[in-house]
């Protein structure tokens, strides 16, 4: 069945909407985004309207509105998720949560094989949001990327041990999914691999892909293949994933460096919460 879905895309630095259009198998997608850590808010809904505008269609044409879960930047990450549980309950629709390491994963180039992917997007402070997935090879119908691993958040210094059992974490699913476990390609994505470039070095046996951070279009062609299958919730449900086990500091701790507080002379990087 056809269906009509926008996308949101707040969890990181860019500023994403996307609007697909059809069947999982064959669906077209129109997007926007920009970069911008402090403008998400502002954006978002003139963004949204553009697009559809842009596409000739109105917000009761969707059928479905679909979200950057997270993990991400808290702000970000609250941006999204509020603007499309409005939209949802103005407009009556069920919402479809995108986990962003997730949409990471589902930009990486697949090939002929099956292929592990570990996910690792900057955290801030040192650390990481961390994920495994399995992609299984290319076709106009591959299903979306298959998480072993749910998101954590490991410090930047870890990530070596981490990825060391990526691959034997992989093994059960792949071998579940009716594959050998040769061959198989290892990729990594995200962009923590880059910016902790001086923490970790992962052996050659893993490919660095070009998919760093969490796009739009991922979100919504995620999101359509979640509806198809109908795996949505009610708008009241909706809530951002958070991997931190605090979200909030006092004055006096952000003064003493937590929560990435760049003014903070006794800690080395700067950031916010997440």
């Known amino acids: 069945m056809s269906h009509i879905l926008l996308a949101l895309e707040t969890s990181g630095t860019r500023c994403g909407v996307a609007l697909v259009q059809g069947e999982p198998a064959d669906a077209h ?104 997935f399995l992609l299984l090879p290319r076709a106009a119908d591959a299903p979306a990327p298959i998480v072993v691993q749910a998101p954590i958040l490991i410090a930047a210094d870890d990530l070596g041990a981490w990825l060391a059992d990526a691959a034997g974490q992989a093994l059960p699913v792949l ?17 923590a691999w880059t910016v902790h470039a001086d923490r970790v070095t992962p052996p050659d046996t893993w490919a660095r892909d070009a998919s760093d951070r969490p796009r739009a279009e991922a979100v919504a062609r995620l999101g359509l293949q979640a509806l198809a299958l109908g795996h949505t919730i009610d708008a009241a449900d909706a809530q951002p994933l958070y991997v931190r086990d605090k979200v909030a500091y006092t004055t006096a701790e952000r003064a003493g460096g937590l929560g990435g507080n760049p003014k903070a002379a006794s800690h080395g990087e700067s950031g916010g919460l997440a």
């Open 29 to 132: 997608v129109l997007s926007d985004h920009h970069d911008g850590t402090q403008e998400h808010a502002e954006r978002l809904l003139p963004m949204v309207s553009a697009l559809l505008a842009r596409a000739g269609l109105t917000p009761a044409d969707l059928h479905a509105v679909a979200f950057g879960q997270g993990p991400g930047g808290f702000t970000g990450l609250r941006v999204a998720c509020g603007v499309a549980q409005g939209m949802a309950l103005a407009l009556g629709r069920p919402l479809v949560p995108v986990g962003s390491l997730q949409a990471v994963a589902h930009d990486v180039l697949r090939g002929a094989h099956p292929a592990v992917a570990a996910v690792a997007m900057d955290a801030r402070m040192g650390e990481a949001y961390a994920a495994v």
């Open 175 to 191: 071998q579940a999914q009716g594959y050998p476990a040769q061959p198989c390609a290892y990729v990594l994505a995200g962009d």
